[in-house]
């Protein structure tokens, strides 16, 4: 490390230990009974948790060593594109499963994400509940019953999200690339060039993730984690 010319921060393990944290101070926040700071941690976590999608497409494009300007082109393209390109590349005769629940999922996130980052105004009409109440509901997704109003969102929500996250990972990085939770490292974790690296690295793992494995049963056996438990949503 101490021959290399650069420092890379590939940011990975930023985004995913701050959308863990922003959960855990949500959750602390319900049980002081404090709303206003739930659905601020809420809207926090998830905020920062949708990022990790772009984050972890970018980093495995970043290992293809694509010319600059191909580059470019290519990182105008959607999240889940880029994920299905970097596949493609490495398997020339094979095909991403679009199909499976993971991808599913991510895709239904993504409008989630589109939400945040391509914040519009929304109308939906107000609807009268009694004498004295009226309620407006902007609906929410289909497959994760994620609200579609951001000024909803709860821990329920947060949980779905950090699985829907996961799971997809696991599903891209083990199952259907093949790699081995130290390849998956160099990818994601390492701070080194990744063409430099003349062996995959082993990679020490946040307690933090560890626990948020047990509390939410995420499936984060890409990253080498044991998983006791885990769910796609």
């Not at 990975?12 to 601020?40: G, H, R, T, V």
């Not at 989630?112 to 609906?139: C, E, M, Y």
Request: charged fraction near 30%; aromatic fraction near 14%; charge should be neutral.
């Amino acid at each position: 490390m101490l021959e290399d010319t650069f420092l890379y921060e590939r940011r990975f393990n930023i985004l995913f230990d701050d959308a863990i944290n922003f959960a855990k101070k949500a959750n602390k926040a319900y049980e002081k009974e404090d709303y206003y700071e739930l659905e601020l941690y809420s809207r926090a976590s998830i905020f920062t948790a949708t990022l990790i999608f772009e984050c972890a497409a970018n980093c495995c494009l970043d290992t293809l060593k694509l010319s600059n300007h191909f580059a470019e082109d290519i990182d105008k393209l959607p999240f889940l594109s880029k994920y299905e390109f970097f596949y493609n590349t490495l398997n020339k005769e094979k095909n991403l499963d679009r199909g499976c629940q993971e991808f599913q999922n991510a895709a239904e996130l993504k409008s989630i994400r589109d939400l945040i980052v391509h914040p519009k105004v929304k109308k939906t009409k107000w609807k009268r509940i009694n004498q004295s109440n009226l309620q407006a509901d902007f609906g929410q997704t289909k497959l994760l019953k994620v609200p579609h109003s951001i000024d909803e969102w709860n821990l329920t929500d947060i949980q779905t999200c950090l699985r829907v996250i996961c799971a997809f990972l696991d599903y891209f990085f083990r199952i259907s690339c093949g790699f081995t939770p130290n390849e998956v490292g160099d990818i994601i974790l390492s701070s080194e060039d990744y063409n430099k690296q003349k062996r995959v690295t082993t990679y020490g793992i946040n307690d933090a993730w560890k626990e948020a494995q047990k509390y939410w049963s995420l499936r984060l056996q890409f990253l080498g984690i044991e998983c006791p438990k885990m769910l796609n949503i």
